[in-house]
């Protein structure tokens, strides 16, 4: 089952954090292999600067795909003020052999 993280910074200190974090959160995401399907920032308005991230992942079950959520570089750093898992069904657009 895909699982979308729907993660929004800490206003203030999280921009920082995820400069500070940035090398080893990508490290992270490209580890994961076949179970990472995408993934991208949220932006401000203007487009000049990150406030969150979206990132879909494939995962047994909610129990998985949290363990994954909390192991990210910007979840342990403190970049997120909140992250919140959905399962998620990739409709249109999706990759072959993704559903």
Request: proline content about 7%; charged content about 20%.
């Amino acid at each position: 089952m895909l699982y979308a993280f729907i993660c929004t910074d800490k206003p203030g200190e999280g921009l920082s954090l995820r400069a500070q974090n940035r090398d080893q959160h990508l490290a992270y995401l490209d580890s994961l292999g076949p179970v990472m399907k995408s993934a991208g920032p949220f932006m401000n308005e203007d487009g000049s600067e990150p406030r969150g991230s979206l990132v879909i992942v494939e995962a047994q079950n909610m129990t998985a795909a949290a363990e994954i959520a909390a192991n990210d570089p910007y979840a342990i750093a403190g970049v997120f003020e909140s992250v919140d898992i959905r399962p998620w069904k990739w409709l249109l657009g999706a990759p072959d052999g993704v559903s």
